[in-house]
């Protein structure tokens, strides 16, 4: 059964995406989250999603504004408060992934949740690196759920 991916516990950052904000996660991350069952994993996934957004887009504008500023610290500590469920369940599917071509050598999330406030990353190269090594994790970790949930559901 698939069913509607609920909304954000964050609203969709808006100016973020500059446009309509339907269909901006990542597709096949989307697509995934459509087959879960897991409501708090899913507002995970998603504030996650809005999270990646945000460190893009000041990496790009190379400056952090003042709405951005006011997001940051209530997103990142929602995702911080709730990423002690999954850091276990996240870890085998980061380990052997590569940043930059260099294999990730700590927990990509919580370095990335680490930065105090969003200046960290203004030009952080490395922080840019580290996300698509982030988001490919939860996506093989999402797959193994889904699969899971299918497999329960056969017998």
């Known amino acids: 059964m698939v069913r509607k991916i609920p909304s954000y516990i964050f609203p969709p950052y808006y100016p973020l995406r500059k446009k309509n904000c339907e269909g901006c996660m990542n597709p096949f991350t989307e ?3 459509s087959e879960i069952e897991d409501d ?11 999270f990646e957004a945000l460190i893009i ?9 003042e709405s951005q500023t006011e997001l940051y610290p209530k ?18 599917h980061w380990q052997g992934r590569q940043a930059g071509g260099t294999p990730i050598e700590g927990d990509p999330y919580l370095e990335l949740l680490s930065a105090e406030d969003l200046d960290k ?4 190269w490395e ?25 329960s559901t056969d017998g």
């Open 127 to 151: 922080a840019m690196q580290l996300l698509p090594a982030a988001r490919e994790a939860i996506n093989a970790y999402l797959l193994t759920q889904v699969e899971d949930q299918g497999d």
């Open 121 to 124: 990353f203004v030009e952080n």
């Open 40 to 50: 708090q994993l899913i507002a995970w996934v998603s504030n996650w999603d809005v």
């Open 57 to 65: 887009e000041v990496f790009r504008e190379g400056t952090v504004s």
């Open 75 to 92: 997103l990142k500590q929602a995702l911080a408060n709730s990423y002690s469920n999954l850091k276990d369940e996240l870890e085998p």
């Open 31 to 33: 697509t995934l989250l």
